[in-house]
């Protein structure tokens, strides 16, 4: 039961490397999965995540999938889905695989974990910004911030004017970075927007954010006070792409 449960909680949070830094013109799914690890077991909880991803790639696993670290002792997985069935073709192909982990290396993993959470987001392309000229290549893009947003209940239709709004003002001003917009599903306190935003790392990124908001002036801090008026709530997490624990077939 314990080895299933761990298996469940790898598989189900897998996804094809660099998404989260990817736009589309058509909606996408993603499980995703927030993993919280034991304090003082950081360094065996990678180096034990290392020798799966190793067994992974001896046994010629189909999935891509990446890795991402936030702050504190959180971790964060996702998995692109066509649809929820996709899950049982994940863990089939993933089961196989897990069976030949040594017990050792189990053990190691699973001790240290404290909780996971999963959860459904989706994109929602109508509303993402994608500049003519971006300030970065895709593979300078280490860092990405998720900007939650709690909607309060009737105000999800002024809150998406201001969101089209923030992003016809970033195009005005030519805004060099992607930002993408997630909406949260199963799993979420609904509802719940997620703004991405990106950089080289944490520093770049906010010093440009920085920039385009003193660009924007009055207008910018009229927009805000709307903006704030419809959430009930609002939280910043931190993403670092950790191409180290990351399998890809490029």
């Avoid at 992974?56 to 971790?75: A, I, V």
């Avoid at 993933?94 to 240290?112: F, G, H, N, Q, R």
């Avoid at 999800?156 to 930002?179: L, R």
């Avoid at 080289?200 to 801090?221: C, S, T, V």
Wanted: glycine share 4%.
């Amino acid at each position: 039961m314990q080895k299933t449960k761990a298996l469940l909680l790898l598989v189900l949070v897998m996804f094809m490397t660099n998404i989260v830094f990817s736009q589309s013109v058509e909606k996408r799914l993603w499980m995703a999965t927030k993993i919280t690890v034991k304090s003082e077991q950081v360094a065996e909880f990678e180096n034990s995540l290392k020798e799966i991803i190793r067994l992974y790639k001896e046994n010629d696993y189909p999935y891509e999938f990446s890795f991402f670290q936030s702050t504190g002792f959180d971790y964060y997985y996702f998995m692109k889905m066509n649809t929820l069935e996709d899950w049982d073709k994940i863990i089939s192909a993933s089961k196989a695989v897990w069976e030949k982990l040594d017990p050792t290396i189990y053990d190691d993993y699973v001790k240290c974990i404290v909780s996971y959470k999963r959860f459904t987001v989706s994109d929602m392309p109508e509303y993402n910004y994608s500049p003519e000229n971006p300030r970065l290549n895709m593979d300078d893009i280490n860092y990405a911030m998720w900007d939650v947003h709690y909607i309060k209940a009737g105000q999800e239709e002024k809150y998406f004017e201001n969101v089209k709004n923030w992003m016809d003002m970033a195009k005005e001003h030519s805004f060099g970075d992607p930002v993408l917009m997630l909406e949260g599903g199963i799993g979420s306190e609904m509802p719940v927007y997620y703004g991405v935003l990106y950089g080289k790392d944490d520093i770049d990124m906010k010093q440009e954010n920085r920039k385009l908001w003193e660009a924007w002036g009055e207008e910018g801090k009229t927009m805000y006070q709307s903006f704030m008026s419809t959430l009930r709530d609002r939280e910043m997490i931190e993403f670092w792409f950790r191409r180290d624990l990351s399998l890809s077939f490029e």
